[in-house]
């Protein structure tokens, strides 16, 4: 199936513990998203820089969601907090550059939760549909 015209182009940064075990289950359990959805795997959202985030957006990226794992589950002890203290700054430099904070968010998904996985693609994806661009 191509993907069409009107479909943003999504990024998913995903960390390699609870958000990608999510994103596996998704699709063990046969649930979808749309396909303009891109998935990245990270070790840890921690680790990734602001800079290759906005590259997302200036590579024609309509939208950036950070998904991770979440307060007192993250495989790496403190890498959530680490990633929401960066996602801040991310999101000033962001809106600095016109990105709104509808394309961009972090949420955090528990590890084998397929179905909120999924939810949480498909709201992020509905969001940016129904925020025109500027």
């Known amino acids: 199936m191509?993907?069409?015209?009107?479909?943003?182009?999504?990024?998913?940064?995903?960390?390699?513990?609870?958000?990608?075990?999510?994103?596996?289950?998704?699709?063990?359990?046969g649930l979808s998203y749309p396909a303009s959805v891109h998935p990245v795997r990270?070790?840890?959202?921690?680790?990734?820089?602001?800079?290759?985030?906005?590259?997302?957006f200036e590579l024609g990226a309509?939208?950036?969601?950070?998904?991770?794992?979440?307060?007192?589950?993250?495989?790496?002890?403190?890498?959530?907090?680490?990633?929401a203290e960066m996602f801040e700054e991310l999101q000033a430099l962001a809106r600095l550059l016109g990105v709104r904070d509808e394309q961009l968010q972090l949420d955090?998904?528990?590890?084998?939760?397929?179905?909120?996985?999924?939810?949480?693609v498909r709201e992020f994806a509905d969001r940016l549909m129904l925020v025109p661009a500027t």
């Open 108 to 120: 955090w998904v528990t590890t084998g939760q397929g179905a909120t996985f999924a939810n949480k």
């Open 62 to 83: 309509a939208g950036v969601l950070l998904l991770g794992c979440p307060p007192g589950e993250c495989h790496y002890g403190s890498g959530n907090s680490r990633a």
């Open 42 to 56: 990270v070790m840890c959202l921690a680790r990734l820089h602001p800079g290759l985030i906005l590259r997302a």
């Open 2 to 29: 191509s993907m069409s015209l009107t479909e943003p182009r999504i990024i998913v940064f995903t960390c390699n513990w609870s958000a990608y075990s999510g994103l596996e289950s998704a699709g063990a359990e």
